[in-house]
């Protein structure tokens, strides 16, 4: 389409010089002609002036022709450069200025597109192909009909003729474009005829509406919200124009001011309540002047004789320049409030008078422990006057050495408050102005309200302890006694029904004393073990004194134990017999603490390996876990939480989910995640460890919580994320089972004389008949008293080791070091064991390698140790082996090495991880067949580790066995000048 000069689109013409100007060859051309025609008449002008006539006219016209000719061809060669030159340079400015539109085009940051008149593209920039999806080739054979979902291709074509006929125009249009993905999307169209290539093309610049029309709608939403929380607002509130002209009212101010039904938009205020009085409207004035106008409370009189409160506030509001442009006035009743003040006031005088009247101390106090109330028993018991005790911190009525405790305590009581009812808990005192102290009972109750506070109620019970500590007395001697006995004791009366017992002894029966109490030990005990109690009672009864005796019966959960009982007969004013006294000593208590132990153990490996089986299903649902995960910037801001930890912790003020680590951990804790966990999570990727968290009731929750570290691109730690799990189970059952396990060795460790004591009697008895001291026995009396001495030394035996490993475990053993001879120690060690080798005619050897002859340690330990390995050594070996004890030095390692050798039995290997286990046989027939506790050898490990050393074992099945000792070897400060031992053999 042709165009005319004075076009204002992007490709349209300026004011064209003529055509000649611009053209080089046309410029040429009439030069050459304008140069031969001052020529020729130059030339003319000469031949007529010279009047030459014949050859001389001929020659003058030849040298004007050559002439002509040299000075054409000069000047047509430096035409000719000048236009070659023109051309090189229009052909570079040609191509500079496509690069320039060709770099316009592409880094231009909207699409662009280039059509004809049918909508077929002919050209595009990246940012096109970047919105639609598509690359450039698969938009150039496409139309744009093909990705406008609001245009048909007869609009398409009505947009190109209209835009050809309005040249000069910027059509602008909104649309919706489809991505590739079929996504659409809205856009705003600019579009433009252009002359292109000698042909009118249409360019169209499409920008995305998508933020735009986000905005505009959340605008709207804004603008719904704002409306609706006018119309809503629970008190009156209206908004008014420079001209005091209603723009907003709610729903309360209509209500209030009688504007519900009427038109009010637009209309003056002081039109539509005219008898305004003058101080509202000098109000106004002052608002409408940039002043604030406010007042808390002010007394409005009513028609109808009933006062009313209004609380009211008239600020400006400011147009976008900054100017004053209205008011706000908001107003609020706060009648109910004002009466409910003054219910208030005439509620506390009551409760002044109540609280001055009342029988005992009342107390008051603040959140930061200072008093606010004290009644006169407070003032008489205390001895301060009113405005001495009024503002003092409560802890100067707590005595001196129990005032840091009391206030950490009351802070405490502030984050976890519970109502403590009088005299609950333990004792406590108070202290006077002049220093003396009182006991008291304390009710303690939280005062709920924006500050914490509490109320006290405080009773002097000076002399009711004074009474009760006399009852006390004469009842806590026998309850304190029977109580502090460890082992099981009971009482019964005469007919052999059971009174009473400490909680020992009900612990025991694994019965309850409901269930005990009145009943005898046939109705208890079913069978012959029953009857047998029952039988021992009677016979004691008839023949009063004391009675020991020993049974297998059932503890509790009927698991078997062998059981002493010692029982003695309570004589009445009259000599004859009331009732029985016994104790019972329990010998498997260790045993069963120990099953106890081990059952636990197991249930908490369970439980663990149950959560780890969770764990392991759940970690793609992180928000469903039950453990508490969160996130955190490097700063350690939390980022996010899931619902477990916003339950347990709870939000932590606005736009955060949880807060700082500061905010959910106490400081210790916080100290420890920023101080050691993130920087060991930014070193090593991850860190465990064990710390606490703040929940949401103020409790502190312990946590085992695994921090890891997030890398970025750039190998900086992006955030972090958290894994916490509530341990707090876990924790007291370790706190029971330790418990458990000390109360176990303590009472192991503190039965020694208890135990011991009736044995060695029996033992020394015996011993005492044996030796014919009480007269001759005969063979079979005599037989059976050395199976009673036997035993008895089997038992004490037994005892002695069971002591010994409780001691040990209890912490209660010391090692007592001093000079001895290692070849003294193995040769008495040999020697105890030496009749029942030769019994069983058995080789016994010892050697020493290298070994001092005085060492520094404990000769009776270390001789118990070998003792009890050369006894199993004896016991397993079959008659015709050897025994051998083999006691070297490691000079290198300090190390004392005791080697026990055996060719007896052997172990399999499958039972060496449980041989050091106390009270454990490997095979139930070798217990039987030797005998034992399966105590030898725990002995044995706990002695060594004792003395800082261990044990190992080598054996084979058939073979023998193998058992090494190493101790540490200490050489005295001052040794004998002798150096150490030869390689020999030593007398067995």
């Not at 408050?417 to 303690?444: I, Q, Y």
């Not at 750039?714 to 994320?721: I, Q, R």
């Not at 008895?792 to 069971?802: K, M, P, S, V």
């Given at each position: 389409?042709?165009?005319?000069?004075?076009?204002?689109?992007?490709?349209?013409?300026?004011?064209?010089?003529?055509?000649?100007?611009?053209?080089?060859?046309?410029?040429?051309?009439?030069?050459?002609?304008?140069?031969?025609?001052?020529?020729?008449?130059?030339?003319?002008?000469?031949?007529?002036?010279?009047?030459?006539?014949?050859?001389?006219?001929?020659?003058?016209?030849?040298?004007?022709?050559?002439?002509?000719?040299?000075?054409?061809?000069?000047?047509?060669?430096?035409?000719?450069?000048?236009?070659?030159?023109?051309?090189?340079?229009?052909?570079?400015?040609?191509?500079?200025?496509?690069?320039?539109?060709?770099?316009?085009?592409?880094?231009?940051?909207?699409?662009?597109?280039?059509?004809?008149?049918?909508?077929?593209?002919?050209?595009?920039?990246?940012?096109?192909?970047?919105?639609?999806?598509?690359?450039?080739?698969?938009?150039?054979?496409?139309?744009?009909?093909?990705?406008?979902?609001?245009?048909?291709?007869?609009?398409?074509?009505?947009?190109?003729?209209?835009?050809?006929?309005?040249?000069?125009?910027?059509?602008?249009?909104?649309?919706?474009?489809?991505?590739?993905?079929?996504?659409?999307?809205?856009?705003?169209?600019?579009?433009?005829?252009?002359?292109?290539?000698?042909?009118?093309?249409?360019?169209?610049?499409?920008?995305?509406?998508?933020?735009?029309?986000?905005?505009?709608?959340?605008?709207?939403?804004?603008?719904?919200?704002?409306?609706?929380?006018?119309?809503?607002?629970?008190?009156?509130?209206?908004?008014?124009?420079?001209?005091?002209?209603?723009?907003?009212?709610?729903?309360?101010?209509?209500?209030?001011?009688?504007?519900?039904?009427?038109?009010?938009?637009?209309?003056?205020?002081?039109?539509?309540?005219?008898?305004?009085?003058?101080?509202?409207?000098?109000?106004?004035?002052?608002?409408?002047?940039?002043?604030?106008?406010?007042?808390?409370?002010?007394?409005?009189?009513?028609?109808?004789?009933?006062?009313?409160?209004?609380?009211?506030?008239?600020?400006?509001?400011?147009?976008?320049?900054?100017?004053?442009?209205?008011?706000?006035?908001?107003?609020?009743?706060?009648?109910?409030?004002?009466?409910?003040?003054?219910?208030?006031?005439?509620?506390?005088?009551?409760?002044?008078?109540?609280?001055?009247?009342?029988?005992?101390?009342?107390?008051?106090?603040?959140?930061?422990?200072?008093?606010?109330?004290?009644?006169?028993?407070?003032?008489?018991?205390?001895?301060?006057?009113?405005?001495?005790?009024?503002?003092?911190?409560?802890?100067?009525?707590?005595?001196?050495?129990?005032?840091?405790?009391?206030?950490?305590?009351?802070?405490?009581?502030?984050?976890?408050?519970?109502?403590?009812?009088?005299?609950?808990?333990?004792?406590?005192?108070?202290?006077?102005?002049?220093?003396?102290?009182?006991?008291?009972?304390?009710?303690?109750?939280?005062?709920?309200?924006?500050?914490?506070?509490?109320?006290?109620?405080?009773?002097?019970?000076?002399?009711?302890?004074?009474?009760?500590?006399?009852?006390?007395?004469?009842?806590?001697?026998?309850?304190?006694?029977?109580?502090?006995?460890?082992?099981?004791?009971?009482?019964?009366?005469?007919?052999?029904?059971?009174?009473?017992?400490?909680?020992?002894?009900?612990?025991?029966?694994?019965?309850?004393?409901?269930?005990t109490i009145g009943r005898t030990a046939a109705e208890i005990v079913p069978g012959e073990l029953g009857t047998l109690h029952s039988e021992m009672d009677r016979r004691l009864l008839e023949n009063p004194g004391r009675q020991v005796y020993e049974a297998a019966t059932a503890g509790a959960g009927d698991e078997a134990a062998a059981v002493i009982f010692h029982k003695a007969a309570i004589p009445g004013e009259d000599g004859r017999p009331i009732g029985i006294v016994g104790v019972i000593l329990d010998v498997t208590a260790l045993r069963r603490a120990e099953s106890a132990l081990r059952e636990l153990n197991a249930g908490l490996e369970r439980r663990v390996e149950e959560r780890t089986a969770e764990l392991a299903e759940l970690a793609g649902i992180l928000d469903a876990s039950t453990d508490l995960i969160a996130t955190a910037g490097p700063d350690g801001e939390a980022?996010?939480?899931?619902?477990?930890?916003?339950?347990?912790?709870?939000?932590?003020?606005?736009?955060?989910?949880?807060?700082?680590?500061?905010?959910?951990?106490?400081?210790?804790?916080?100290?420890?995640?920023?101080?050691?966990?993130?920087?060991?999570?930014?070193?090593?990727?991850?860190?465990?460890?064990?710390?606490?968290?703040?929940?949401?009731?103020?409790?502190?929750?312990?946590?085992?919580?695994?921090?890891?570290?997030?890398?970025?691109?750039?190998?900086?730690?992006?955030?972090?994320?958290?894994?916490?799990?509530?341990?707090?189970?876990?924790?007291?059952?370790?706190?029971?089972?330790?418990?458990?396990?000390?109360?176990?060795?303590?009472?192991?460790?503190?039965?020694?004389?208890?135990?011991?004591?009736?044995?060695?009697?029996?033992?020394?008895?015996?011993?005492?008949?044996?030796?014919?001291?009480?007269?001759?026995?005969?063979?079979?009396?005599?037989?059976?008293?050395?199976?009673?001495?036997?035993?008895?030394?089997?038992?004490?035996?037994?005892?002695?080791?069971?002591?010994?490993?409780?001691?040990?475990?209890?912490?209660?053993?010391?090692?007592?070091?001093?000079?001895?001879?290692?070849?003294?120690?193995?040769?008495?060690?040999?020697?105890?064991?030496?009749?029942?080798?030769?019994?069983?005619?058995?080789?016994?050897?010892?050697?020493?390698?290298?070994?001092?002859?005085?060492?520094?340690?404990?000769?009776?330990?270390?001789?118990?140790?070998?003792?009890?390995?050369?006894?199993?050594?004896?016991?397993?070996?079959?008659?015709?082996?050897?025994?051998?004890?083999?006691?070297?030095?490691?000079?290198?390692?300090?190390?004392?090495?005791?080697?026990?050798?055996?060719?007896?039995?052997?172990?399999?290997?499958?039972?060496?991880?449980?041989?050091?286990?106390?009270?454990?046989?490997?095979?139930?027939?070798?217990?039987?067949?030797?005998?034992?506790?399966?105590?030898?050898?725990?002995?044995?490990?706990?002695?060594?580790?004792?003395?800082?050393?261990?044990?190992?074992?080598?054996?084979?099945?058939?073979?023998?066995?193998?058992?090494?000792?190493?101790?540490?070897?200490?050489?005295?400060?001052?040794?004998?000048?002798?150096?150490?031992?030869?390689?020999?053999?030593?007398?067995?």
């Amino acid at each position: 389409m042709d165009r005319q000069d004075g076009q204002t689109g992007p490709l349209a013409p300026g004011a064209r010089p003529p055509a000649w100007r611009r053209s080089l060859p046309l410029q040429v051309a009439l030069g050459y002609a304008a140069i031969a025609l001052i020529w020729s008449l130059a030339s003319i002008v000469v031949l007529t002036w010279s009047r030459a006539r014949g050859p001389r006219l001929s020659a003058l016209a030849a040298g004007a022709w050559i002439g002509f000719s040299a000075f054409t061809s000069a000047v047509l060669y430096a035409g000719l450069r000048e236009l070659l030159r023109r051309i090189e340079a229009s052909r570079r400015e040609l191509e500079a200025g496509e690069r320039r539109l060709r770099t316009l085009f592409d880094k231009l940051a909207d699409p662009l597109f280039l059509a004809d008149e049918r909508g077929r593209l002919l050209e595009v920039n990246p940012r096109a192909c970047e919105s639609l999806g598509r690359s450039r080739d698969e938009l150039l054979a496409m139309e744009v009909v093909d990705f406008d979902a609001g245009l048909t291709r007869w609009e398409i074509e009505a947009l190109a003729a209209e835009s050809a006929g309005q040249p000069d125009r910027v059509h602008t249009f909104e649309t919706r474009h489809r991505r590739a993905d079929g996504t659409i999307f809205p856009v705003e169209v600019r579009a433009i005829p252009v002359e292109w290539d000698g042909r009118l093309r249409y360019l169209s610049l499409a920008r995305d509406l998508t933020a735009r029309k986000r905005a505009e709608a959340a605008i709207r939403e804004s603008e719904e919200r704002l409306r609706a929380f006018v119309e809503h607002a629970p008190a009156a509130l209206a908004m008014f124009d420079a001209g005091l002209r209603y723009l907003a009212a709610s729903r309360r101010w209509r209500e209030t001011y009688g504007l519900d039904g009427r038109e009010f938009l637009g209309l003056c205020h002081y039109d539509l309540l005219p008898e305004l009085p003058e101080r509202c409207r000098e109000h106004h004035r002052r608002a409408l002047a940039g002043e604030v106008v406010r007042c808390e409370a002010e007394l409005i009189p009513d028609a109808s004789g009933r006062d009313r409160w209004d609380r009211w506030e008239v600020r400006p509001w400011h147009a976008e320049g900054g100017d004053v442009a209205g008011i706000l006035i908001f107003v609020e009743d706060i009648t109910g409030r004002m009466r409910a003040e003054r219910a208030l006031r005439e509620s506390e005088g009551r409760f002044r008078s109540v609280v001055e009247s009342a029988p005992a101390g009342i107390l008051a106090v603040d959140g930061d422990g200072r008093i606010t109330l004290a009644n006169r028993r407070i003032l008489d018991w205390f001895g301060y006057g009113r405005d001495e005790i009024l503002g003092r911190p409560v802890e100067d009525l707590v005595p001196e050495g129990s005032r840091a405790r009391h206030e950490a305590l009351r802070r405490g009581y502030a984050s976890a408050p519970d109502r403590r009812t009088m005299g609950a808990g333990r004792p406590l005192t108070a202290a006077r102005k002049d220093g003396s102290e009182f006991p008291v009972e304390v009710g303690l109750t939280l005062v709920p309200g924006a500050e914490p506070a509490f109320l006290a109620m405080i009773v002097d019970v000076t002399e009711r302890r004074r009474a009760e500590s006399l009852i006390r007395e004469s009842l806590t001697f026998r309850e304190t006694l029977l109580e502090a006995i460890p082992a099981p004791v009971f009482y019964k009366d005469a007919a052999g029904r059971y009174l009473g017992g400490n909680a020992a002894f009900f612990q025991f029966l694994g019965r309850g004393r409901e269930e005990t109490i009145g009943r005898t030990a046939a109705e208890i005990v079913p069978g012959e073990l029953g009857t047998l109690h029952s039988e021992m009672d009677r016979r004691l009864l008839e023949n009063p004194g004391r009675q020991v005796y020993e049974a297998a019966t059932a503890g509790a959960g009927d698991e078997a134990a062998a059981v002493i009982f010692h029982k003695a007969a309570i004589p009445g004013e009259d000599g004859r017999p009331i009732g029985i006294v016994g104790v019972i000593l329990d010998v498997t208590a260790l045993r069963r603490a120990e099953s106890a132990l081990r059952e636990l153990n197991a249930g908490l490996e369970r439980r663990v390996e149950e959560r780890t089986a969770e764990l392991a299903e759940l970690a793609g649902i992180l928000d469903a876990s039950t453990d508490l995960i969160a996130t955190a910037g490097p700063d350690g801001e939390a980022r996010w939480a899931n619902r477990a930890m916003e339950r347990a912790v709870g939000p932590h003020g606005p736009g955060r989910a949880i807060g700082r680590i500061a905010d959910t951990h106490p400081p210790a804790s916080a100290a420890r995640v920023l101080e050691e966990g993130l920087p060991a999570a930014a070193r090593d990727g991850h860190w465990l460890g064990e710390t606490e968290v703040l929940g949401r009731d103020g409790r502190l929750i312990p946590v085992s919580q695994l921090i890891l570290a997030h890398r970025g691109p750039g190998g900086e730690v992006a955030y972090y994320s958290t894994i916490m799990r509530d341990i707090t189970e876990r924790k007291r059952m370790e706190a029971e089972l330790a418990r458990a396990a000390r109360l176990k060795d303590e009472f192991l460790a503190g039965m020694s004389h208890e135990l011991r004591t009736p044995l060695n009697a029996v033992l020394g008895l015996a011993e005492a008949l044996m030796e014919g001291i009480y007269g001759p026995m005969n063979d079979r009396q005599a037989e059976a008293l050395g199976d009673v001495h036997r035993s008895g030394r089997h038992l004490l035996g037994l005892i002695n080791e069971i002591l010994d490993l409780s001691r040990i475990e209890a912490g209660q053993m010391e090692l007592l070091p001093g000079p001895a001879s290692p070849e003294a120690i193995g040769g008495d060690s040999l020697r105890m064991v030496r009749d029942e080798a030769r019994r069983k005619r058995l080789e016994t050897r010892l050697t020493l390698r290298g070994v001092p002859d005085v060492l520094v340690l404990d000769g009776r330990r270390v001789r118990q140790i070998l003792v009890n390995l050369l006894s199993n050594a004896v016991k397993f070996t079959p008659e015709g082996g050897s025994v051998s004890l083999e006691m070297s030095a490691d000079a290198a390692g300090r190390e004392l090495i005791l080697s026990v050798r055996d060719t007896g039995i052997g172990i399999a290997p499958e039972h060496l991880g449980q041989l050091f286990q106390p009270f454990r046989q490997l095979d139930a027939r070798l217990s039987r067949q030797f005998g034992g506790a399966g105590l030898g050898l725990s002995l044995v490990r706990k002695l060594a580790q004792l003395h800082g050393g261990d044990v190992e074992v080598q054996s084979e099945p058939g073979r023998g066995s193998v058992f090494t000792v190493r101790l540490p070897l200490v050489l005295p400060e001052d040794p004998e000048e002798e150096g150490p031992a030869e390689d020999r053999p030593a007398a067995p």
